[in-house]
């Protein structure tokens, strides 16, 4: 499969826990974007990479949120302290991030985060 | 206001019906449209871009207003597999950032 993959696809916690989700990119994708969606809403926009700059955060990525992408393939995306409003799906998405092109976001299957 | 707003349905139609989803976005300097689709606890898959002229695909006819800020999808002839969430996206700032506005999506479920 050459599509975006994710890891762990489930994750529960308590609250209060540290957690961290992987996200790989489909190869080659120079763009990567973390969204999440809550129950009965769409997704929500929180970080975007080109390569492995981390270019934009929305507001709602607080200071307990923190997204890497170390090596412009891979990313990561780590909450700290988690609170149970954090629970959600967590999805992520790459693009290939080709000038003049329209550039089709690929979404992963997601992590599903449930925070007791 | 929702910088993207959708009816949330649900949406109930018989096999072969054919159904209309609307949409409006609030900002008016917006550059790329697009239908999203999401099937039950599943990711996001394109359906399909939007553009000025309109566009179609198969059974499924996409128009773009930029004038009314609003965007249509419509699927002719429904099959029981077009049972999704329809999620209408909007790109406000073209390539800057490339991140994607969705809508709260709307729900269609097609009856045998």
């Known amino acids: 499969d050459t599509g975006v993959s994710q890891d762990p696809r489930h994750k529960i916690t308590k609250r209060g826990q540290n957690v961290t989700f992987r996200c790989d990119p489909i190869?080659?994708?120079?763009?990567l974007y973390w969204y999440r969606q809550t129950l009965g809403q769409g997704p929500e926009f929180l970080t975007y990479f080109q390569n492995e700059a981390q270019l934009e955060k929305s507001r709602l990525l607080s200071d307990r949120f923190s997204a890497e992408r170390p090596k412009g393939s891979f990313s990561t995306l780590e909450i700290q302290r988690t609170e149970q409003g954090d629970s959600a799906m967590y999805l992520c998405?790459?693009?290939?991030?080709?000038?003049?092109?329209?550039?089709?976001?690929?979404f992963g299957p997601g992590t599903r985060l449930t925070v007791l | 206001r929702k910088e993207v707003e959708q009816d949330p349905g649900p949406f109930n139609v018989p096999e072969g019906a054919t159904v209309a989803f609307n949409c409006t976005y609030s900002n008016s300097a917006s550059q790329s449209f697009f239908w999203y689709r999401q099937d039950c606890r599943k990711e996001p898959k394109l359906l399909m871009s939007?553009?000025?002229s309109g566009n179609e695909d198969g059974r499924f006819t996409a128009q773009l207003n930029r004038a009314s800020q609003y965007i249509s999808l419509l699927i002719r002839d429904s099959k029981l597999s077009d049972s999704a969430t329809y999620l209408c996206v909007v790109n406000p700032w073209g390539g800057a950032t490339n991140k994607l506005i969705f809508g709260t999506g709307t729900l269609l479920a097609v009856q045998p």
């Open positions: 939007v553009y000025s």
């Open positions: 998405a790459s693009s290939p991030g080709l000038a003049g092109t329209t550039d089709t976001q690929y």
């Open positions: 190869s080659e994708h120079n763009r």
